[in-house]
């Protein structure tokens, strides 16, 4: 059995910054793929970014590039999504989720080859 839990969201105002944590058992192998995602009222869920427990880098969605940051911690218990300059845009509910077996991707739709456990979420809200 595989938790995930999620906590740092919150309100805040437009360019404002939050930092999403999620702390997960500890990871020691490498191609785990681990990712946030978001949902809105009424939209489908969105992957926000994602990363490799161990190699390779971080990739974003377009629509927060340049904004926020996925990272593990040293031990590799935690990720993190800083996440700076929020837009109303970014309210959402926000979901870490992690591959149940090692991948051969961590992009774009990789959660709908690789069935990914998930956290239970932790909201954001940025008003204007």
């Known amino acids: 059995q595989v938790q995930l839990t999620e906590s740092g969201g919150g309100s805040v105002q437009a360019g404002g910054s939050l930092r999403l944590s999620c702390v997960s058992s500890?990871?020691?192998?490498?191609?785990?793929?681990m990712a946030w995602f978001r949902q809105a009222p009424g939209k489908e869920r969105e992957r926000v970014a994602s990363k490799w427990t161990g190699y390779g880098g971080a990739e974003y969605a377009d629509s927060v590039k340049g904004r926020f940051k996925i990272s593990l911690d040293d031990d590799r218990t935690t990720l993190y999504l800083q996440m700076d300059d929020l837009k109303p845009e970014d309210t959402a509910t926000y979901f870490c989720a992690r591959s149940q077996v090692a991948t051969s991707g961590c992009n774009g739709d990789w959660h709908l080859k690789w069935t990914p456990y998930w956290g239970q979420g932790t909201q954001v809200a940025v008003s204007s």
């Open positions: 500890i990871l020691t192998y490498s191609r785990y793929c």
